[in-house]
C-alpha cells in the first residue's frame, strides 16, 4: 500500500516568504508527527497530532512555524517569513496506535528547504 | 547535555563483520526506537522496544532499562548495510529525543 507520501520535495524559496509544506499519512493512521533535520544536525521534533486532539506544539522554534492537520488525515505545516536559519529537509511520520510512543512510525522522503 | 547519546558517531566495518552501535538516554522513556536513514534521506523504522531484545534477520536490538542503555548489532554485516543509524526514545508525553546517528559504512 501506499506509504507516507510529502510535498513538494525539494522548495527553495526567498527568505521573508511563506511555505506551505505537505503531508499525507497512511490511510487509518490517527497520529501524525513533524520533525525537522538541520544539515549535519540531528533529527527535531517539531509538532504531534493524535486524532482530533489539540496538538503537542512543544517542539515548534518559534512562533513562525504552525501546523495544521484536516479531517484527521493531511497535515500542512507552515512557516511564515522564512528565514536562512529554517533550511532543513522537514520529515512527517505517522503511526497507526493512539499509544503512538509504543509504536513504530512510518517515514515520508521529506521536503528539502532551501531559504536563499 | 543531550538526551540520547550514540557511539561511534562514525564507524567503518569490513563485510562480514559484527557491529555494534550504542545508545544511551539520560530521561525516562516510554519506549525506544531504532532508526536507519540510507544516502537520499529515506528514514525506516528498524526497532521499537521498551525491554529486552528484538532480532529482525540481521539485526538485533537490545535495551537495559536500569543502565539507560541500548544496543543495536549487525551481523555479518554487508555493504547495504552502510547508513545512518539512529537511536531516539520516546519521553513521558508526547516529547521525542534523538541522537545524533552513526555513520556506518561496510567495505566490501
Known amino acids: 500500500g501506499a506509504g507516507v507520501s510529502q510535498s513538494p520535495s525539494n522548495k527553495v524559496t526567498e527568505k521573508g516568504k511563506d511555505v506551505e509544506l505537505r503531508c499525507d499519512p497512511i490511510?487509518?493512521?490517527?497520529?501524525l508527527y513533524w520533525y525537522r533535520q538541520s544539515l549535519g544536525q540531528g533529527l527535531e521534533f517539531l509538532i504531534y497530532?493524535?486524532?482530533?486532539?489539540?496538538?503537542?506544539k512543544s517542539g515548534l522554534p518559534s512562533d513562525r512555524f504552525s501546523a495544521e492537520r484536516t479531517g484527521g488525515s493531511v497535515s500542512t505545516l507552515t512557516i511564515q517569513r522564512t528565514q536562512q536559519e529554517d533550511s532543513a529537509v522537514y520529515l512527517c511520520?505517522?503511526?497507526?496506535?493512539?499509544?503512538?510512543?509504543?509504536?513504530?512510525?512510518?517515514f515520508g522522503p521529506g521536503t528539502r528547504l532551501t531559504v536563499t | 547535555k543531550n538526551e540520547v547519546e550514540q557511539s561511534p558517531q562514525n564507524l567503518t566495518a569490513q563485510e562480514g563483520e559484527f557491529i555494534t552501535i550504542n545508545c544511551s538516554y539520560s530521561?525516562?522513556?516510554?519506549?525506544l526506537h531504532w532508526l536507519q536513514q540510507h544516502p537520499g534521506g529515506g528514514i525506516v523504522s528498524l526497532f521499537m522496544?521498551?525491554?529486552g531484545k528484538k532480532k529482525h534477520g540481521r539485526l538485533i536490538a537490545t535495551i537495559n532499562i536500569q543502565e539507560k542503555h541500548s544496543s543495536l548489532h549487525i551481523t555479518a554485516s554487508h555493504p547495504r548495510d552502510s547508513a545512518v543509524y539512529i537511536c531516539?526514545?520516546?519521553?513521558?508525553?508526547?516529547?521525542?529525543?534523538f541522537g545524533t546517528g552513526t555513520s556506518l559504512t561496510v567495505i566490501p
Open positions: 511520520a505517522s503511526s497507526p496506535s493512539t499509544t503512538l510512543r509504543e509504536t513504530e512510525q512510518y
Open positions: 490511510s487509518g493512521h490517527t497520529a
Open positions: 497530532f493524535q486524532g482530533n486532539s489539540a496538538p503537542d
Open positions: 530521561v525516562g522513556i516510554s519506549a
Open positions: 522496544l521498551s525491554s
Open positions: 531516539a526514545v520516546s519521553h513521558t508525553g508526547n516529547q521525542f529525543y
